[in-house]
């Protein structure tokens, strides 16, 4: 799964590297501070930067897989319950139990994927700050690569966070099915 920062930030992040560096006090005089070491550590802490990063990434397709995952079974639970006369209840309660708990975790679910998009937004902004230090500045052109084909690759976070609305949906469907029958 793709980190991606939102679009618009894109020209503030390049418009500002060098603001937010200058606000890390002086690398200079830091390095000088720090000794003949200064470097190394640099790409050392940077390595280790990239590999929390990923794991953040790692964690936010897990996340997706545990939503879907969840979403998908409890779709299945009212048909699983009913053929094997497991529930003995009103149907259109169990409907509407399940449509509340199934929108609610929709709704959670796009709540994580926005902080997930936050955080790899954050983590962005300070390898940003990091790259000029380093031989090759890779995220950076990355992103300047990416920039200029202009509709050509959707960013992940932009896609992503419509899955939750798109599995709400049998929700709704659910929950007006189990307003009806009540209602009867």
């Not at 690398?27 to 000794?35: N, Q, R």
């Not at 709540?111 to 090759?136: A, M």
Request: with cysteine; hydrophobic share 40%.
């Amino acid at each position: 799964m793709s980190s991606d920062p939102p679009e618009s930030d894109y020209e503030s992040i390049k418009q500002n590297t060098n603001h937010q560096i200058e606000s890390f006090k002086d690398v200079k005089k830091l390095k000088g501070k720090y000794g003949s070491d200064f470097q190394t550590h640099l790409l050392e802490q940077y390595k280790i930067y990239i590999e929390m990063m990923d794991r953040v990434t790692e964690r936010r397709g897990k996340t997706n897989t545990f939503y879907i995952t969840l979403l998908s079974g409890l779709l299945a639970l009212p048909s699983l319950l009913i053929d094997k006369n497991l529930f003995y209840g009103s149907k259109a309660v169990l409907a509407l139990l399940l449509a509340f708990l199934g929108l609610s975790l929709c709704f959670l679910w796009y709540i994580n994927i926005n902080s997930y998009k936050q955080l790899n937004y954050l983590k962005f902004r300070v390898i940003h700050e990091i790259e000029p230090y380093l031989p090759f500045p890779f995220y950076f052109r990355e992103w300047e690569i990416e920039k200029n084909k202009v509709g050509q690759c959707r960013r992940l976070s932009k896609v992503e966070k419509y899955i939750p609305f798109i599995i709400a949906i049998p929700y709704f469907g659910l929950l007006i099915y189990s307003i009806r029958s009540l209602s009867k």
